[in-house]
Structure formats: structure tokens, C-alpha cells
């Protein structure tokens, strides 16, 4: 009895070394991505004027009229968003959030005396635009965001669910795209943030999405109620509850059926385990989706 006590034991602190191995590999993945995000700010963006929208095009302009610098403004901005956020979507989300968010500021920062890398303003265009699309991948798969924005549209599909997120973030860029031409009275400056941002949207939608596959997740649990309210609230996609029963047991069973992004179902998968770790999923390819924040039924993207 004793051994057997012990095999135990030692499962249960190999389990927790492990959970303990997995979060710190994502907060230094976490870094990762915030320092090429910060990167492309710093070395490409910021001194050539190219306003990239979101949270940090607007500390791009309001570091012109005060005496601090980017990253320190981004963080100052972000802070009330993270408290709103920590009272919505709890403290797990926002927690990776906050990392990502004070080391893209920091890096922002340290990065500034390097000067920018190149004068050529397209080339900067081309090159911000991608390496933010690859440092904010980075970090989205982590399970994290840049804040920001990302969170205002989080906040926002719970409230607007029949708008997609890509309206949300087009509205909100093309907004900040605009202040920034008129603040630096420079429409070619505009022009050329226009550039950056689609190649950051084309080349984040490829690598995160690829083509119009999706992840389809069946999930048996008697926790089905728990499950279903942290995937609509965490992760942001729909559930449905299907009835069934155990064809052993005869008892009945409750269902979770719902399609996920490719790159959302490593995270969609943990919230499950830690909901019901005796829960019993399974993952199937979903070739073409069409609905809410897929494909219309014409082929167009919604």
C-alpha cells in the first residue's frame, strides 16, 4: 500500500513540474514574440513615422506632444484596459496579457537608441508589418495578447456578436490610420501605414488560419455547463449542447460540440483538461466552416 502511495506522489509532482514547465515556456515564447513586436515598432515603425493602428499608433502620437517615449506611453494606456479585462476574463488570460504587454513596452524602449534600421519608408512599411504579424502570432498562441485594442474588441464581441473581430479591428486602425495623417499632417505617412497594416493582417491570417480549415471539437463531460461558459468567454467561440446517452451505462449524456481555429485548439484543449481531466474529447479536421466568424454562406468571409 505504501508503494503504491508513492508511485502516486511522485505522478502528482511530475504532473506539477510539468504544468509548472509548460508555463514558463510560455512566458519566454511570450517574450519572444514581444521583443520582435517591439522590434518592429522601434527599429522600423516609430522612427520613420509609420502609424501601425492599434494602441501603439496611439502612443506613437501622443509620445510627439508629451515627453515620454512609446512603449512607455502603450503601457500607461494599457493599464485600465487590464483591469477591466482581469474583471471580465478573469486572471489567467489577463495575467500572460499584462507579461506580454509590459515586456513589448520595455523592449519598445531599450530598443530606441539603435535608431531605425532603415530610412526607406516602404521597405520600414513592409518589414514593421511583418515582423509585428509574426511577433503578435507568437504571443496569440501563448495564449496571450499585445493589449491594446485586442482587448476592446474582446470586450466588444461580447456585447456585438453578430460583428467579426476583423470589422472591429478595421474600424478601430482605419480610425487610428486616420488621426495619425492628420496629426503628422503627412498623407503619404497614412498611405504607407495602410501598407503595413494589410501586410501585417495578410501574413497574421495566413500563418495563424492557413487555409479555410478549422478544428472540429466533440467533448464528452459531466461538466459540460463549466466547459461551454469558459470557451465562450475565454477563448470566444460558440458551443452547442447536444443530448445523448452512454451506450455501456445507458445513463445519459451531454455533448460539447464546436469548431475552433487551428491555432486556438492547443488552448481550447487545456481549458477542457482543467475543467474535467477525466473528460474525453476528440479532434476532427473541419475543411470549410460557414457562419460567424467564418465564411458566408456565399464564400465571403463574415
Same mark, same amino acid.
Given at each position: ?6 508511485? &502516486? ?28 513586436? &517591439? ?12 502609424? %501601425?493602428?492599434? *494602441? ?20 500607461? #494606456?494599457?493599464? %485600465?484596459?487590464?483591469?477591466? =479585462? ?25 530598443? !530606441? ?12 512599411? #513592409?518589414?514593421? =508589418?511583418?515582423?509585428?504579424?509574426? @511577433? ?7 495564449? &496571450? ?7 476592446? !474588441?474582446? #470586450? #466588444? ?11 472591429? *479591428? ?5 480610425? +487610428? ?20 497594416? !494589410? ?5 497574421? /491570417? ?10 472540429? $471539437?466533440?467533448?464528452?463531460? /459531466?461538466?459540460?455547463?463549466? +466547459? ?9 467561440? =460558440?458551443?452547442?449542447?447536444?443530448? @445523448?446517452?452512454?451506450?455501456?451505462? =445507458? ?12 491555432? $486556438?485548439?492547443?488552448? &481550447? ?6 475543467? /474535467? ?26
Amino acid at each position: 500500500m505504501w508503494i503504491f502511495e508513492q508511485f &502516486a506522489r511522485a505522478g502528482l509532482i511530475g504532473r506539477k513540474i510539468m504544468k509548472k514547465f509548460e508555463t514558463l515556456k510560455r512566458l519566454i515564447l511570450c517574450a519572444l514574440g514581444a521583443f520582435i513586436y &517591439a522590434a518592429a515598432v522601434s527599429l522600423f515603425l516609430d522612427p520613420n513615422g509609420i502609424v %501601425p493602428g492599434g *494602441f501603439t499608433g496611439i502612443a506613437m502620437m501622443i509620445s510627439r506632444a508629451l515627453p515620454l517615449s512609446t512603449g512607455t506611453v502603450s503601457l500607461i #494606456l494599457n493599464i %485600465p484596459l487590464l483591469a477591466a =479585462g482581469l474583471c471580465v476574463f478573469g486572471f489567467g488570460f489577463i495575467a500572460t496579457t499584462a507579461w506580454a504587454v509590459a515586456l513589448s513596452s520595455l523592449f519598445m524602449n531599450l530598443l !530606441v537608441p539603435l535608431g531605425p534600421l532603415t530610412d526607406d519608408v516602404l521597405l520600414s512599411s #513592409l518589414a514593421g =508589418g511583418a515582423l509585428m504579424a509574426i @511577433g503578435l502570432e507568437i504571443v496569440l498562441l501563448q495564449g &496571450a495578447t499585445t493589449g491594446g485594442t485586442d482587448i476592446i !474588441v474582446k #470586450l #466588444l464581441r461580447k456585447y456585438f456578436r453578430s460583428i467579426s473581430a476583423g470589422k472591429f *479591428f478595421l474600424l478601430t486602425d482605419g480610425l +487610428i490610420v486616420l488621426c495619425s495623417m492628420i496629426v503628422f499632417k503627412n498623407i503619404d505617412a497614412g498611405l504607407y501605414a495602410g501598407v503595413c497594416i !494589410v501586410v501585417s493582417s495578410t501574413l497574421m /491570417d495566413y500563418m495563424l488560419y492557413g487555409r479555410d480549415q478549422a478544428k472540429m $471539437l466533440i467533448i464528452i463531460s /459531466d461538466k459540460q455547463a463549466e +466547459i461551454s461558459r469558459r470557451l465562450m468567454s475565454e477563448l470566444d467561440v =460558440g458551443a452547442t449542447i447536444l443530448n @445523448g446517452s452512454g451506450a455501456y451505462s =445507458g445513463s445519459d449524456k451531454q455533448v460539447i460540440l464546436c469548431v475552433v481555429k487551428k491555432w $486556438l485548439l492547443g488552448r &481550447a484543449l487545456r481549458v477542457v483538461k482543467s475543467v /474535467d481531466p477525466q473528460s474525453f474529447s476528440i479532434v476532427s479536421t473541419a475543411v470549410e466552416v460557414f457562419g460567424e466568424g467564418y465564411k458566408a454562406h456565399d464564400g465571403e468571409q463574415i
